[in-house]
């Protein structure tokens, strides 16, 4: 099983829908970040957090350290949203490399 | 400012011939990390350094792989004697400081071993 799991793996949507999408870790985490990527594979970073809520423009991230989750919500979709999602999480105790999900492909439709 | 680069941004060999991978980091950043993402999957840590040591390399899935940071600035990843299983997408990405910090990712270079 993967230290780091997110749902769901592909997602499709209209323009302008509320996009939520989930991730699960098994361990304990220093921090948790969320990342873009488009095809080409470059990455972005979104948001890193260690706790509560961080929100930047249509892009809202959650997380409750004692469930061991964390939520990444996208308001009012755009087709420009199209990529992959992935969740890292940066492990506590160890060094400071990242282990990532898998990542959810986000398809936007106009 | 420039972000992180990698060079090349695509590579193609022939099994068993050496390879060279280079990372330029954002200058200042202290952390560089190299990580390797399969088709279809997230990518997978292989090492990291603080300054011009490996401090973590747990990450390099054999002795083919090695790492280098000579004068803390720009990294080179090695793989010797490719198989086509190390067909992939290499990723670097540094950070300003070690403890909890944003890394920046580069755009990749896409290793392909026929």
């Known amino acids: 099983k993967n230290e780091v799991e997110q749902s769901p793996q592909n997602l499709t949507a209209q323009e302008g829908e509320f996009i939520t999408i989930n991730c699960s870790y098994s361990?304990?985490?220093?921090?948790l970040h969320w990342l873009q990527q488009h095809p080409g594979g470059g990455i972005v970073s979104l948001f890193m957090?260690?706790?509560g809520k961080k929100k930047h423009g249509r892009l809202i991230a959650t997380i409750n350290i004692q469930e061991k989750h964390s939520s990444l919500h996208i308001t009012a979709s755009h087709p420009r949203d199209s990529a992959v999602y992935i969740c890292a999480v940066i492990t506590q105790g160890g060094s400071e490399k990242l282990v990532f999900g898998k990542g959810t492909k986000l398809t936007v439709n106009p | 400012g420039a972000g992180v680069s990698q060079t090349p941004s695509n590579k193609v060999t022939e099994k068993g011939k050496y390879v060279e991978l280079r990372c330029d980091p954002i200058?200042?950043?202290?952390?560089l990390y190299w990580y390797r993402q399969s088709l279809g999957q997230g990518p997978e840590f292989l090492i990291y350094?603080?300054?011009?040591?490996?401090?973590?390399d747990s990450g390099l899935p054999n002795d083919r792989f090695f790492a280098v940071r000579p004068e803390g600035s720009v990294s080179t990843l090695k793989i010797q004697r490719t198989e086509r299983g190390d067909s992939a997408v290499y990723l670097c990405?540094?950070?300003?400081?070690?403890?909890?910090?944003?890394?920046?990712f580069g755009p990749g270079t896409r290793l392909t071993v026929l």
């Open positions: 990405a540094s950070s300003a400081q070690v403890t909890y910090n944003e890394q920046f």
């Open positions: 350094f603080q300054g011009t040591g490996a401090a973590d």
């Open positions: 957090l260690s706790s």
């Open positions: 200058s200042g950043h202290t952390a």
């Open positions: 361990v304990g985490i220093s921090a």
